[in-house]
């Protein structure tokens, strides 16, 4: 093990790992409940009219295990992969419910998502764009995802709301909040303390304090005999008639069709290369002599070469199960923040979705306030990112501010990164230095605007 994962040189111990995986697993268990809440429409009000919650239910484990494990064992690297939240509604409201497209039709765009950035990721240009970002951009990304992650930790407590139309704090007087500020201040004085893997305690001992409280119980809801049983319904459903057979047979929806095809490809490629970004650079997962061999050696000899094309490779296999696109989760981080360093840590993750599939009563036990806390502190950890920008210079603060702030007020770390690119181009071409911009930059901010003058068009936003 110590030579397959090269554990001492990577400054990391199989401890760490397995408790690194462990936490990145809880920060990101959710995931198994909400996907398939979301893609069979549960949550819309129309089950019944998408695909069956069970057979999302298993589609969604499977996806995770395979895209994880391939980032572990060909990668290296201590990332898992899941199916994306922001693309399945996109999938679920926009493309279905909006567009009118049927879910076999709407899997058939994502396995060809897929194959698209498996070759984008072949022919390099994933890696050209993220060698053509600016280092001031890349600190902002990676302080960006930080604010994001704990932004997702203060919302999936409901600790800020906006039950009233504009941001607010919630009441204290809810289980849920009160065992998530237990929760936090507990992990805050583990982690001051410097206790080894204060993460995963933190996570483990709320969870605890949660059941007389009455936020930890056992879910009855998930039976995975049912999920067996659905999962035909949707595995290979693109190769039937109703999948690709279909999907171009109207001439007048191939440009509709595209259009769709390009917006899950773009969000899902800069969602992958912000988060390698703003977690690879900052912990050394991805060394400059990594980055070298990157740039120099042909095929894929670098772990960002085989990290990019394990997760390129993961959105095809998912929507051939049955769901939406599969991508490198930013909960990664909570990992990564425990030590992490290896994809030992990945392994652990795929070992841990594949024993959900038949614990899913218990791990479904662990509640969001549990997990929440360790989102909120790694975040916190990640801003150190923000150190090494200039902020007394507007020309790299502004683009700095849009790509590291937008993340979160957009829920989206594809956007930020896109106002961030455009607010770049702009102050260059306002100083004069536009050849200093990279081509590809240019090409690809070009890109995000085509991308946002396309989902302007009627009919492609989710119904209010």
Partial sequence: MERFFKLKENGTTFGKEVIAGLTTFFAMAYIIVVNPDTLSGRAAGVEGQLMPWGAVFLATIIASIIGTLVMGLVANVPYAQAPGMGLNAFFVYTVCLGLGFTWQQTLSMVFICGLINILITVTKIRKFIIKAIPQSLQNAIG????????????LNVSFVNFDSGVPALAILNNPTVWLFLIGLVLTIILLVCKVPGAILIGIVATAVVGIPMGVTTVSSSI???EACQQ????????FTQAGLGSLFTDAAKIPLVLITIFAFSITDTFDTIGTFIGTGRRTGIFSDEDEKAMETKAGFHSKMDKALFADATATSIGAIFGTSNTTTFVESAAGIGAGGRTGLTSVVVAICFALSAFLATFVSAIPTAAAAPALVLVGVMMTSSFKEIKWDDLSEAIPAFFAGIFMALCYSISYGIAFGFITYCLVKVCKGKAKEVHPILWVVTALFILNFVLLALPMVNPPA
């Fill in 143 to 154: 302080g960006g995802i930080g604010i994001f992650v704990a932004y997702i930790g203060f």
């Fill in 231 to 238: 999962l035909p319904t949707t595995f290979g459903a693109i």
């Fill in 223 to 225: 039976s995975f005999t």
